[in-house]
């Protein structure tokens, strides 16, 4: 037993020495601070005064055209037809050119079906072009929709192409 005190004792020591050994803090060589040189004195200079440039006279904002062909739309749907993305296109670059402008999209449809029916449809065909133009950046605010159902006709509601021409929307500029 008096064995295993001495030897748990001399273990002791042992780590207590490494351990001490451990904690010693080292010596951190500090880095020299770079002579510091005298500021030299800095000469005030003249400087002559610019020549007067002449303003160049602002450019002419491109006045935009608001004349719109009618957005045609597929039958009994307010689903735009491919061939008016690019009059929508423009109608959006336009709109863009005169922020204050309002306008007023008329809904229309063909003479087809029940007058209660065409007066939603017109609706909804206006109010799919003014999605279209608000997601290409046209403030809502200068948008303003109504429906006609099959008012105003364009065409002749007789033949098929008559009444494609009649399911639209037109573009009216408010003053």
Avoid: W
Avoid at 62 to 79: A, G, I, L, T, Y
Avoid at 131 to 138: E, H, K
């Amino acid at each position: 037993m008096k064995i295993l005190k001495n030897q748990m004792a001399l273990s002791l020591l042992a780590l207590s020495l490494v351990s001490m050994q451990a904690c010693k803090t080292k010596k951190i060589v500090a880095k020299p601070n770079p002579p510091v040189q005298a500021e030299k004195p800095v000469e005030a200079k003249v400087i002559p005064p610019a020549p007067e440039e002449k303003p160049e006279p602002a450019p002419v904002p491109e006045k935009p055209d608001f004349n719109f062909s009618n957005v045609q739309f597929e039958f009994n749907s307010d689903v735009l037809k491919t061939s008016s993305f690019e009059t929508l296109d423009r109608v959006a670059r336009e709109i863009k050119k005169d922020p204050s402008a309002k306008f007023v999209l008329d809904g229309y449809s063909s003479i087809e079906g029940s007058a209660e029916h065409n007066m939603s449809l017109s609706v909804d065909r206006a109010n799919s072009v003014k999605s279209y133009l608000v997601n290409a950046g046209v403030n809502a605010a200068n948008l303003t929709i109504k429906g006609y159902g099959a008012a105003n006709p364009i065409a002749s509601n007789s033949d098929e192409a008559g009444r494609a021409k009649n399911r639209r929307v037109e573009f009216k500029a408010v003053k």
